[in-house]
């Protein structure tokens, strides 16, 4: 299929690579989208968005890029700090009076909390439950001394972070991102999306046994206990379903296209959803070193991975959106296909030479190339 969108006469090369993305993709399709200098500079689309290749990809298709969302979650709650409703360094309990583990706020924002990993088996239908949810986080002791390390809660984050939310402001994350986030800023990402939202979700693909074998492999038995309880998440059958996509499950199931989350990075580094001084605190380092879920070096800000002069998060699959400060840049790619970082590097670096700036370094593995 032809490559549809735009790019500015100087980034010609991007459409081209996006091009051969395109033609790469075994699946379902992609969009990237980059702003540069606080212009659009690129907006491509392209493939198909059904597994039946019965709809194109649009300009207006969703999908689904993983961890790519907790950043979202996270901004709700900035916001809420910024108004001195919620204080990064005051105990969980005081809005959330039955968490049982002894975390600040700050904790849960830059996943020290250590509540990764369910003990008690818990059905895919509880993700569909955010009060079921939240209760069975809510009595979870965690995998550490909250503070002492960090680790990913890759399926987790978004309910601890949006019952902060919910508990503070009393809407829950799906609506205060949208009345407050991406609504005021007109940006096409969402938590829970309505029956005309899902007419125009692409299909994720790929997500077979053994892609999902191949992930694990290597992984700490942290990792494995962390994404699979409940069961469901890398399941092709549930992650397409329609009440998959209706639920709130903020730490992966946002949906949107990838100049909303171009956007909102371009937003973020532009004073548009939080002050200079939130956004500060929040891309800086709140703690370093191996990521005792991932296995990984990594650096956690609140709510971002950090990496050098980049912020932002990468999402299973092979999906990622961010801010390079030092390049002037933001980026968003979203995928139908699961696969690795290897296609959005590849887009970043072509980016990168028509800015004039040297490629990324290469196997520096980070934070912002999650894979949850």
Same mark, same amino acid.
């Not at 995998?143 to 009393?170: C, I, K, M, N, Q």
């Not at 809407?171 to 609504?183: I, S, T, Y």
């Not at 206990?225 to 998440?233: L, T």
């Given at each position: 299929?032809?490559?549809?969108?735009?790019?500015?006469?100087?980034?010609?090369?991007?459409?081209?690579?996006?091009?051969?993305?395109?033609?790469?993709?075994?699946?379902?399709?992609?969009?990237?989208?980059?702003?540069?200098?606080?212009?659009?500079?690129?907006?491509?689309?392209?493939?198909?968005?059904?597994?039946?290749?019965?709809?194109?990809?649009?300009?207006?298709?969703?999908?689904?890029?993983?961890?790519?969302?907790?950043?979202?979650?996270?901004?709700?709650?900035?916001?809420?700090?910024?108004?001195?409703?919620?204080?990064?360094?005051?105990?969980?309990?005081?809005?959330?009076?039955?968490?049982?583990?002894?975390?600040?706020?700050?904790?849960?924002?830059?996943?020290?909390?250590?509540?990764?990993?369910?003990?008690?088996?818990?059905?895919?239908?509880?993700?569909?439950?955010?009060?079921?949810?939240?209760?069975?986080?809510?009595?979870?002791?965690?995998?550490?001394?909250?503070?002492?390390?960090?680790?990913?809660?890759?399926?987790?984050?978004?309910?601890?972070?949006?019952?902060?939310?919910?508990?503070?402001?009393?809407? /829950?994350? +799906?609506?205060?991102?949208? #009345?407050?986030?991406? %609504?005021?800023? &007109? @940006?096409?990402?969402?938590? =829970?999306?309505?029956?005309?939202?899902?007419?125009?979700?692409?299909?994720?693909?790929?997500?077979?046994?053994?892609?999902?074998?191949?992930?694990?492999?290597?992984?700490?038995?942290?990792?494995?206990?962390?994404?699979?309880?409940?069961?469901?998440?890398?399941?092709?059958?549930?992650?397409?379903?329609?009440?998959?996509?209706?639920?709130?499950?903020?730490?992966?199931?946002?949906?949107?296209?990838?100049?909303?989350?171009?956007?909102?990075?371009?937003?973020?580094?532009?004073?548009?959803?939080?002050?200079?001084?939130?956004?500060?605190?929040?891309?800086?380092?709140?703690?370093?070193?191996?990521?005792?879920?991932?296995?990984?070096?990594?650096?956690? /800000?609140? +709510?971002?991975?950090?990496? #050098?002069?980049?912020? %932002?998060?990468? &999402? @299973?699959?092979?999906?990622? =959106?961010?801010?390079?400060?030092?390049?002037?840049?933001?980026?968003?790619?979203?995928?139908?296909?699961?696969?690795?970082?290897?296609?959005?590097?590849?887009?970043?670096?072509?980016?990168?030479?028509?800015?004039?700036?040297?490629?990324?370094?290469?196997?520096?593995?980070?934070?912002?190339?999650?894979?949850?």
């Amino acid at each position: 299929m032809e490559v549809s969108g735009q790019v500015d006469t100087r980034f010609g090369p991007v459409r081209e690579c996006f091009a051969e993305v395109i033609r790469g993709q075994a699946g379902t399709g992609a969009a990237f989208a980059a702003f540069c200098d606080g212009r659009l500079a690129a907006d491509l689309w392209g493939g198909w968005a059904d597994q039946e290749r019965t709809r194109p990809w649009e300009e207006g298709s969703l999908v689904q890029p993983y961890s790519v969302s907790k950043p979202f979650a996270a901004v709700c709650a900035l916001r809420l700090v910024e108004a001195g409703r919620l204080n990064l360094d005051a105990p969980v309990q005081r809005y959330w009076p039955e968490f049982r583990a002894q975390a600040t706020v700050r904790h849960i924002l830059s996943h020290q909390a250590g509540v990764v990993a369910l003990d008690e088996p818990a059905p895919t239908e509880t993700f569909y439950d955010w009060d079921r949810m939240c209760a069975l986080l809510a009595g979870q002791p965690p995998a550490w001394e909250p503070g002492t390390a960090h680790g990913e809660s890759a399926l987790f984050y978004g309910h601890l972070v949006g019952e902060l939310v919910r508990r503070v402001d009393g809407r /829950g994350p +799906g609506r205060f991102l949208r #009345d407050e986030v991406c %609504g005021p800023a &007109g @940006l096409d990402f969402a938590f =829970g999306l309505s029956p005309s939202e899902q007419a125009r979700t692409a299909d994720l693909t790929g997500l077979d046994a053994a892609w999902r074998a191949a992930g694990v492999a290597g992984r700490p038995v942290l990792y494995q206990r962390a994404i699979a309880n409940p069961p469901g998440a890398q399941d092709g059958e549930v992650v397409n379903s329609a009440a998959w996509r209706a639920a709130e499950i903020p730490a992966v199931n946002g949906h949107g296209t990838a100049r909303a989350v171009a956007g909102f990075y371009q937003a973020l580094a532009t004073g548009g959803l939080l002050s200079r001084g939130m956004l500060a605190e929040a891309v800086t380092p709140q703690c370093a070193g191996p990521d005792l879920v991932f296995g990984e070096k990594n650096a956690w /800000g609140l +709510g971002f991975g950090i990496d #050098d002069d980049s912020y %932002g998060m990468g &999402g @299973l699959g092979g999906n990622y =959106g961010g801010v390079c400060t030092g390049g002037g840049y933001s980026v968003g790619f979203v995928t139908g296909s699961v696969g690795s970082f290897d296609r959005v590097d590849a887009l970043e670096n072509v980016l990168r030479d028509c800015l004039g700036l040297p490629p990324l370094p290469e196997d520096t593995p980070s934070a912002t190339d999650s894979t949850a």
